[in-house]
């Protein structure tokens, strides 16, 4: 039995019941409920969440992507200028990138006034950072691998000369 199997199923759709994947893997279900208790347990499975698309959703949200540049001190490392980002309840997302900036955080709001206040009241005032640069999402198309919208490639109407 492969937990990878188990959680390559998962991540595939994590509805599926432990009768799908044992079908699937050819497994006995309480192997696949041992597996799934086993990668939770070690904390290889963090959580199971929804897909969204907030296009089809009623209530109005701002999506933005901000780079943050940082200087590090003796003190101070990337993972504790991570722990105290991680836990503002606007973070959606926060990774630690190579390239032009340090970190590139995801964050959600009800509107471009909340999330400009957030990055500049809550984010930019932390010493370390010595940079943001916030970018608002306009629209999109495909989150963690699943194709957004109702599938017509172009809207656009055609023209012909």
Excluded: W
């Excluded at 992507?65 to 200028?81: F, K, P, S």
């Excluded at 206040?117 to 370390?128: G, L, M, N, R, T």
């Amino acid at each position: 039995m492969s937990h990878d199997e188990v959680l390559t199923a998962l991540c595939e759709n994590a509805r599926y019941s432990t009768e799908d994947i044992a079908r699937q893997l050819d497994m006995e279900p309480a192997a696949v409920e041992a597996a799934i208790d086993s990668l939770e347990e070690d904390g290889v499975i963090r959580g199971y969440q929804p897909i969204v698309d907030r296009r089809k959703r009623d209530e109005e949200s701002v999506r933005a992507a901000v780079e943050l540049n940082v200087t590090l001190d003796r003190e101070t490392g990337y993972e504790d200028i991570a722990s105290r980002l991680a836990k503002f309840d606007l973070v959606d997302s926060l990774h630690l990138v190579s390239g032009e900036f340090d970190f590139f955080m995801e964050v959600e709001a009800g509107s471009m006034r909340e999330v400009s206040q957030f990055v500049s009241d809550k984010v930019a005032p932390v010493p370390e950072i010595t940079q943001t640069v916030t970018h608002y999402v306009m629209d999109s198309y495909k989150e963690q691998g699943i194709l957004l919208g109702d599938g017509h490639d172009d809207d656009r109407l055609s023209v012909s000369p």
